[in-house]
């Protein structure tokens, strides 16, 4: 059972990554894979009433993370309907590609630290649609946004989904894993950054033309700020909500979208219909990738076999047993969540290890940290900002290889091999 399920896996991420050569759209893959894998793990394991009540737990953890998705989309959709993204664009001057690349890069680390690596690469890459026409500068852009919003993601407790999983988990405390991964984090991010902008030196922003032409009547300067500081706030105050009441994210950012949706609704409450109308939380919603989000269902859901067969904490234990040393192991687990989510692989990591073994802030805890959150942007379909700027951007899985993955790569080991030496520095 497991080597047909292994199979299907494989099967499945190589239709994703051939989506364009097959034909075949990668949101059909994810969800046939998905299908397929608990299909046969129902048929095939003896018990279905058990593997019912397994795909019951996993779609809890899925649910929560696509309507977080869909939450932030929409606010992010509400607040381009008021171009309220030009609060940004108005205050950018430089004409540089490679001045702009720069300060892309540094907002989105800081950024996604402040919020999560998925809501700033949502946020980001938004803003990118509105400040550059040619589409290949808008890949390499969105490409290093990923790579930004996960560094910046690996450093804070709430950055990122598996370091927040070890913050709760007591595996990390919020001060030591700031201290330990601020710099390995920020270099992971800047070498490619200045690869990157060396190799856009010289070029010069090309502004959408239709940005000109926008019509800006149905919206007025306090409609704009209105929304955009709402929306950013919302997003913002989502880590908070969590830490004060313990509740999952999504429901901060459902709480926070019924808010934008009241005021939205009284600020224009006296317009005609056909000016409110593409204002509205109604027409935000028609406008999100939907595509995007159903991959996404589709993945985790696929992942989801995987963990629950114990596909992933048997590779986790025989990595135990034939490497040994732990830079080494973490390092592969880093690898290997470029393509695996990241989440069941620390999932499986936090279960192998136990902390009377492995105190809090240890080498081994700090370093999956920077390995499971950096390790993502290898490959675009590696983690959850990769996933979203795929849709968003309708990023080519080959082109994210080619253009992409080999500076992800030498960001990866550079800060990997900073932390190790800070690390034998500092204890």
Partial sequence: ????????????????????????????SALLGAGLLWTCYAVM????????????????????????????????????????????????????????????????????AILDNLTTTIVMVSLMKKLLERREDRLFFAGMIIIAANAGGAWTPIG????????????????????????????????????????????????????????????????RNLMFFLGLGILVAVPAF????????????????????????????????????????????SRIDMGSIVFFIGILLSVATLEHTHVLSSLASWMDQAIGRQDLIVLLIGLASAVVDNVPLVAASMGMYSLADYPADSFLWEFMAYCAGTGGSILIIGSAAGVAAMGLEKIEFGWYLRKISGLALVGYFSGALLYILQYQLTH
């Avoid at 509740?247 to 949706?261: N, S, Y």
């Fill in 1 to 28: 059972m497991l080597t047909t399920l292994v199979i299907l896996f494989v099967l499945a991420y190589v239709a994703i990554a051939l989506e364009h050569p097959l034909g075949v759209n990668k949101s059909a």
């Fill in 45 to 112: 394991s003896g018990d279905p009433q058990r593997v019912a009540d397994e795909l019951g737990e996993s779609l809890m953890g899925t649910a929560q993370i696509v309507f977080f998705l869909i939450g932030a989309m929409t606010i992010v959709e509400v607040v381009d309907a008021h171009n309220g993204f030009e609060v940004i664009t108005q205050r950018i001057q430089t004409r540089s590609l490679s001045a702009l690349m720069w300060l892309v890069g540094i907002v989105t680390f800081f950024l996604s």
């Fill in 160 to 223: 990122d989904v598996t370091t927040t999983m070890l913050w709760i988990g007591g595996q990390i405390t919020s001060v030591e894993i700031m201290k330990g991964l601020l710099i390995p984090s920020l270099v992971n991010l800047l070498i490619p950054l200045a690869l990157t902008a060396s190799v856009l030196r010289g070029k010069q922003v090309l502004a959408p033309a239709a940005a000109n032409d926008e019509v800006h009547i149905a919206t007025s300067a306090f409609e």
């Fill in 242 to 285: 969590k830490t004060w009441t313990h509740l999952p994210p999504f429901m901060g950012v459902l709480l926070g979208l019924g808010l934008l949706w009241l005021v939205g609704d009284l600020v224009h409450r006296h317009k005609d219909d056909e000016v409110r109308q593409p204002l509205t939380l109604v027409h935000a919603l």
